[in-house]
């Protein structure tokens, strides 16, 4: 079964320009989480989608963030315009979101973005 | 609302060494409770796991038991290698809710 997938894995943007991150979840799992790690510090979570709704986004930094999910399955988070505090691990992860799983939440491996 | 707290690091041992890193929390339901590990230039991976009270998860040498009396998940392994250096993360959730994360531990073992 394959993972959580993430891509681009590196990107190296100039301050100003856009990139979007995209996250292949787990096939069959409603839930996806954004989640980002700044200059090695504490993992933040930006936001949640059940299905192609948002369940919460209350850790999204401010409106140069846009997440969407369309169709409920792979997910894209546009960074526009960048800044160089946005320079970071953005994680994805996914969860089927039952009991029976034990809400195990898995984690794709990143996408490392450097704004110069 | 829900929180982590895990000792602040970093952690420096000797190879062979015991490792324990603390990590509490506060919650308002029944929270599963997870260690997961970043080793350098790599993703967040899952160490280990417990969904319940008294249970013990266990992977790669480490264990961790989920005690709802002290509402702690204190992380330990008997004899740490220098390849068990990595940024720890302590983390609950609720069903269908995110995950919530500590700080971070850094562990850095030396031979």
């Known amino acids: 079964e394959a993972g959580v997938t993430q891509f681009p894995s590196h990107s190296v943007i100039e301050k100003g320009q856009t990139v979007t991150l995209r996250c292949d979840p787990i096939?069959?799992?409603?839930?996806l989480y954004w989640y980002r790690r700044v200059m090695g510090k504490e993992i933040k979570f930006l936001l949640h989608f059940v299905k192609e709704s948002k369940q919460d986004e209350s850790g999204m930094p401010n409106n140069r963030f846009l997440a969407e999910r369309t169709g409920g399955t792979y997910s894209t988070l546009k960074v526009q315009p960048a800044e160089l505090e946005d320079s970071g691990v953005y994680f994805c992860?996914?969860?089927?979101?039952?009991?029976?799983?034990?809400?195990?939440?898995?984690f794709g491996e990143g996408s490392w973005l450097t704004v110069v | 609302g829900n929180s982590v707290t895990q000792m602040e690091g970093p952690v420096t041992l000797s190879e062979e060494a015991f490792l324990t890193i603390n990590c509490t929390y506060t919650a308002t339901g029944y929270p599963s409770l997870f260690w997961y590990v970043q080793y350098p230039g790599e993703g967040l991976q899952l160490l280990l796991k417990?969904?319940?009270?008294?249970d013990k998860g266990s992977n790669k040498g480490f264990e961790a038991t989920y005690r709802k009396e002290t509402t702690s998940f204190h992380l330990e392994k008997g004899s740490v290698q220098v390849s068990d250096s990595a940024v720890y993360f302590c983390?609950?959730?609720?069903?269908?809710?995110?995950?919530?994360f500590g700080k971070g531990t850094t562990l850095s073992v030396s031979s």
């Open positions: 417990a969904t319940k009270a008294d």
């Open positions: 096939s069959g799992h409603d839930n």
């Open positions: 992860a996914s969860s089927q979101g039952s009991r029976s799983s034990g809400n195990t939440i898995y």
């Open positions: 983390a609950l959730s609720e069903i269908g809710t995110a995950l919530i």
